[in-house]
């Protein structure tokens, strides 16, 4: 694809109308309008009317861009009423660009690459992830197609990825869609490398106490051991919620609140030999109480296109120091 499909005018960070989205609060929770709510604004941009939509990444089909900008992620932010143009931004919010439709493919292209350095030798790597709607890549009301964290560490690390990722999975629960029920329905012979990441639900969902989530997990590990002894485990506490304006005093229905979950996430990992990692504290200034309503699509837990990107950045960093330590 030629770079006179892309134009040369970068538009202002200021041109940008932004759609507020208003919350209506029911029961000491935040609930907030639907998904298709946000997409309502319109804008002219050189007489060309735009419907913002909601960001996706994409690859822009353009080769002096990639040489520009080789690492840059970007995403699709607006869609021309006619449907024949869109408006990219750079993951950093510095720069715009207005493409033709046919300019843009998904992230999943062989084409797109944006791996980290000397990542060479993770591509004998398969790596299996086992979650909840963060492992699924879900933002409260939709699942994103290409935009999960598992995607983008295949992405960053150029390694066989699967995931096994539901909505409101739990450690405790009997449901279909729970750890338990899910287990023996997967092939633990394949991958040599498992991260798992729960516990969220339990502390929202279920009214098992803390100790029951710790022991279900012991018993989780030890039962994916015996399947396939060699398997590399790696741990992911639980991303930080926002439910409730006191969430870290906040007592679940199970008896215990959230910052608790995660010591005892942590503590059973370690009991069991299993690295964590933990983005509160790896990158205390990612999700906080500050950006979060920026963060979160649901302003509560769920991710943005966005930052599930850079979370699966900072995962992919860490796996690469972690897979490559003697």
């Not at 208003?22 to 941009?45: C, D, F, I, M, N």
């Not at 498992?194 to 279920?206: A, F, K, P, Q």
Request: include cysteine; charge should be positive.
């Amino acid at each position: 694809m030629k770079s006179k499909f892309i134009s040369k005018a970068i538009i202002s960070l200021g041109a940008l109308l932004v759609c507020a989205t208003y919350p209506v609060v029911s029961g000491g929770a935040t609930t907030h309008a639907p998904a298709s709510a946000r997409q309502q604004t319109v804008k002219k941009l050189n007489q060309v009317e735009f419907s913002k939509m909601d960001a996706i990444p994409v690859y822009v089909k353009d080769k002096k861009l990639t040489m520009t900008h080789p690492k840059t992620v970007w995403y699709a932010v607006g869609k021309s009423v006619a449907g024949d143009l869109y408006e990219v931004q750079s993951g950093n919010q510095t720069k715009k660009l207005v493409v033709p439709r046919k300019a843009i493919a998904t992230v999943v292209n062989r084409h797109y690459r944006v791996a980290l350095p000397n990542t060479a030798s993770m591509k004998k790597n398969t790596i299996l992830f086992m979650g909840d709607s963060i492992t699924k890549g879900y933002n409260g009301y939709y699942n994103y197609k290409n935009a999960s964290f598992p995607l983008w560490v295949h992405k960053y690390l150029q390694a066989k990825v699967h995931k096994q990722g539901h909505v409101r999975s739990s450690v405790t629960g009997h449901n279909f869609n729970d750890l338990f029920t899910i287990l023996p329905t997967i092939n633990f012979k394949n991958p040599n490398v498992l991260v798992i990441e729960y516990g969220t639900n339990d502390y929202r969902h279920s009214t098992a106490s803390l100790k029951q989530v710790q022991a279900k997990m012991t018993q989780a590990i030890k039962y994916i051991r015996k399947q396939n002894p060699k398997i590399k485990i790696y741990g992911i506490i639980p991303l930080p919620r926002f439910d409730f304006s006191d969430i870290n005093t906040r007592v679940g229905i199970g008896g215990y609140t959230f910052p608790e979950l995660q010591r005892g996430m942590a503590q059973t990992y370690k009991k069991l030999g299993i690295p964590t990692y933990n983005i509160s504290k790896a990158h205390p200034y990612f999700i906080n109480k500050t950006n979060f309503y920026q963060k979160y699509y649901d302003h509560r837990v769920h991710p943005t296109s966005q930052t599930y990107q850079q979370f699966g950045y900072y995962i992919s960093q860490w796996l690469q120091q972690q897979l490559t330590k003697k």
